[in-house]
């Protein structure tokens, strides 16, 4: 069983900072790929960042040059840096990773419960 536990949502005003973090636990072998996505009310979940296992990075087009995504692999744990937030970014953000437990040989998707960001003044 895994578990992905994100903190550090909240209130922010616009053109303020926020970091997020995801940390992973569990009976985990390795991980490949850890991201981040977004849903707002009334709106499909889309994705924000991923990174994979060598660092290689994926934004989408609307937080490119504002939000950086990173990881430790010793702690097994993504982080979202966003700066410069705007009204729009106000969603619930989920942490996603694809997992291969001890005993297995296939990958999983495992989310987090989400954590909320609002952008407002």
């Known amino acids: 069983q895994v578990q992905l536990v994100e903190s550090g949502g909240g209130l922010v005003q616009p053109g303020g900072s926020l970091r997020l973090s995801c940390a992973a636990s569990g009976s985990i072998f390795s991980i490949n790929a850890m991201g981040w996505y977004r849903q707002a009310p009334g709106k499909q979940r889309e994705l924000v960042a991923a990174?994979?296992?060598?660092?290689?990075?994926n934004y989408a087009d609307s937080v490119k040059g504002r939000f950086t995504i990173s990881r430790d692999n010793a702690k097994n744990t993504v982080y979202l840096q966003m700066n410069s937030l705007k009204p729009e970014d106000t969603a619930v953000y989920y942490c996603?990773?694809?997992?291969?437990?001890?005993?297995?040989?296939?990958?999983?998707?495992?989310w987090g419960q989400g954590t909320q960001v609002t952008v407002s003044s």
């Open positions: 990174i994979t296992s060598g660092g290689s990075t």
């Open positions: 996603n990773a694809d997992v291969s437990e001890y005993g297995s040989s296939w990958f999983n998707d495992y």
